[in-house]
């Protein structure tokens, strides 16, 4: 009988970590996202030594599946990985890769996963806990919000750097052009700028943005709805209290809006000098708009908000 290395066993585990560690770090240096299939994953993130994390995003970019939620997802996922590819801090500790459903499928049916995009954490040593999962619906897509939950489970920080986006200085240097064009257009005449009117629809405006959600959207980077890709239906609405969809914030500025016009026209059929039919008329399209709008806006609240025990008109 012939006596073996115990090292040997050591030794020939270590070369195949530093191979699987070196063609990460290639794969890395072309683009920040490493692609997989199955085969990829079950080498380098199922199968032993490891010792990195990899942050995979699971999603379905192909035009036939027509999730667009998936597309701005990826975008963001896309902003994170390359903030830490060029980071100064960058080390092999951490990779991020992507799995598609049409190109991972039977990766998707060993994780029984039905749903796209999520986020999973997969550990250097052990296998994913409850938390290694990304609570997408919670906390949105944003990348400032991924680099938070990959910091939390990797302990490696990363600061999220955006390319520049001219598109918001630029909107704004337009808007004072044009405001600066009409005072000076009207630079013998401003008496428009002493307008209550002006100022009130201008203020109410700013109002009806804020109280919509919009700061919240933008902190937290929401999808615009979600599309359940077994079913294929839509939710405008999001079903909890902790988060929203961008198309609910539109909807919920709308409902506002028309609420908001209820209460100026039953404030003018009471004030103006108009006489007494056209009066009634406002009268009556100011109730409406003001029961019809709130009980929606009160169904909103009652299924974000379950078990609230009060409606009106709607259920």
Not at 147 to 153: F, M, N, T
Not at 208 to 234: D, F
Not at 277 to 296: D, E
Request: positive net charge; proline residues 4%.
């Amino acid at each position: 009988l012939v006596e073996l290395d115990p090292n040997l066993s050591s030794l020939s585990l270590q070369t195949l970590l530093s191979e699987k560690v070196g063609q990460l770090m290639d794969w890395t240096g072309r683009r920040a996202v490493i692609r997989m299939n199955g085969e990829k994953f079950r080498r380098f993130v199922k199968a032993p030594p490891r010792n990195y994390s990899v942050v995979i995003m699971f999603t379905a970019l192909q035009p036939q599946r027509q999730c667009g939620v998936c597309k701005q997802a990826d975008e963001e996922y896309q902003i994170l990985a390359n903030s830490w590819r060029y980071s100064t801090a960058f080390t092999n500790k951490v990779f991020f890769a992507t799995v598609d459903f049409d190109e991972g499928s039977d990766v998707f049916q060993m994780l029984n996963m039905n749903s796209a995009p999520s986020f999973i954490h997969f550990p250097a040593k052990g296998k994913p806990k409850k938390s290694d999962s990304y609570e997408l619906q919670v906390r949105g897509f944003a990348a400032e919000q991924l680099a938070r939950w990959v910091g939390d489970r990797t302990d490696v920080q990363i600061r999220v750097i955006r390319p520049p986006n001219y598109a918001g200085p630029l909107m704004l240097g337009f808007l004072l052009a044009v405001i600066g064009g009409l005072a000076y257009l009207r630079r013998n005449n401003l008496e428009f700028l002493y307008n209550k009117n002006v100022w009130a629809f201008s203020a109410l405006c700013f109002c009806l943005i804020m109280t919509s959600g919009q700061m919240w959207n933008h902190i937290r980077g929401p999808p615009y709805a979600h599309k359940n890709p077994t079913t294929g239906q839509v939710s405008y609405i999001h079903g909890s209290s902790q988060a929203q969809f961008v198309a609910e914030t539109h909807i919920v500025l709308f409902f506002n809006s028309a609420v908001t016009m209820g209460m100026v026209l039953l404030h003018e059929a009471a004030t103006s000098d108009m006489d007494i039919g056209k009066r009634k008329i406002m009268c009556v399209a100011g109730i409406g708009l003001v029961m019809l709008f709130f009980s929606w806006l009160l169904s909103i609240f009652r299924a974000k908000y379950h078990g609230y025990p009060y409606s009106f008109l709607l259920s």
